[in-house]
């Protein structure tokens, strides 16, 4: 059994920073792609970042590119998300997805993503 759990979220005010993190555990996994989706009050689940495993590729939404970076630790076992000059338009529920075979067309789609953690808030005041 695969096993994704998120945390590092919170409440910060606009400007600051947060790292999240998305730890691995379970059976031997090996994801092809890892990313980070949120999901504001009211809204559909939208894409933040995604890394390929392979070769390290990192992919982002316009709204968060120059801001967030994805990275993965050397072990392999945990995602980051570093989160910078956040905007109170960042306020969401973040979630944390792997899959082993994803088509690499389909990132950016939370449907392609088997595997999935149950979330951490972030909330960013004004």
């Known amino acids: 059994q695969v096993q994704l759990a998120e945390s590092g979220g919170g409440l910060v005010q606009a400007g600051d920073s947060l790292r999240l993190s998305c730890a691995v555990s379970?059976?031997?996994?090996?994801?092809?792609?890892m990313a980070w989706f949120r999901q504001a009050s009211g809204k559909e689940r939208e894409f933040v970042a995604a890394m390929r495993t392979s070769g390290g590729y990192t992919y982002y939404s316009d709204s968060v590119k120059g801001r967030f970076t994805i990275s993965r630790d050397s072990a392999k076992t945990t995602v980051y998300l570093q989160m910078n000059s956040l905007k109170p338009e960042d306020t969401a529920v973040y979630y944390c997805?792997?899959?082993?075979?994803?088509?690499?067309?389909?990132?950016?789609?939370?449907?392609?993503?088997?595997?999935w953690g149950q979330g951490t808030q972030v909330t960013v005041s004004s």
């Open positions: 379970g059976r031997t996994f090996s994801p092809r792609a």
């Open positions: 997805a792997a899959d082993p075979s994803i088509i690499l067309s389909q990132l950016r789609n939370p449907g392609a993503y088997g595997y």
